[in-house]
């Protein structure tokens, strides 16, 4: 019976030891999720400032976009366009825009990372709307740029998806 005690003990111990040099579960990696939240608010900074050469800089210009609205019937009106169309200087139209979000969910393997996060965009100030915004982001000589991006245009969502503590909203300032 001990000796079966003491194998069971070994056993447990190799186990133990097996789980705690394994690496990071499918989906997370260290010190990843960082660096990709830095690009994301860099992209949001880039998009609240009109600044149509850093949108370029930060995403890959075969990526695409896709918007989708919510309309009355309860269904939702899709549009893609291709990423260089927001990098497109004939989309500076004078308006002030503001993008922020907040309590995003990051996902990261290799050279791939998935950002989701519920977000607000205003125009001259006000609200327009909330929705989920969605970024793909691909690892490219070493840096993380938007490779494809979805977003959920939702005007009578912000209620419900705005942060209770203000202290989570990203990027900071603007």
């Known amino acids: 019976m ?12 190799i186990s133990a030891s097996a789980v705690a040099g394994s690496p990071a ?3 997370t990696q260290s010190g990843e999720e960082s660096a990709v939240l830095v690009v994301m608010d860099r992209y949001l900074t880039a998009i609240s400032a009109d600044d ?7 995403q890959t ?5 896709y918007r989708a609205r919510a309309v009355e019937d309860g269904g939702w009106d899709v549009i893609a366009h291709p990423s260089s169309h927001w990098a497109d ?11 922020r979000y ?11 990372a998935v950002v989701w996060a519920p977000y607000e965009f205003w125009i ?24 494809n991006a979805m977003w ?12 209770k503590d203000a202290s989570s909203i990203r990027p900071e300032g603007r």
């Open 2 to 13: 001990n000796r079966s005690l003491q194998f069971i003990a070994a056993v447990a111990l």
């Open 25 to 27: 579960p499918a989906g």
């Open 52 to 58: 149509v050469r850093a949108i370029a800089a930060l």
């Open 61 to 65: 210009p075969e990526g695409m976009t």
């Open 89 to 99: 200087p004939s989309m500076v139209d004078g308006h002030k825009r503001r993008e």
């Open 102 to 112: 907040w309590s995003p969910t990051v996902l990261v393997r290799g050279a791939i």
């Open 124 to 147: 001259d100030g006000k609200t327009s709307h909330c929705g989920i915004d969605v970024f793909d982001m691909v690892k490219i000589d070493g840096a993380w740029r938007v490779s």
């Open 152 to 163: 959920t245009v939702e005007p009578s969502a912000c209620e419900e998806l705005r942060p």
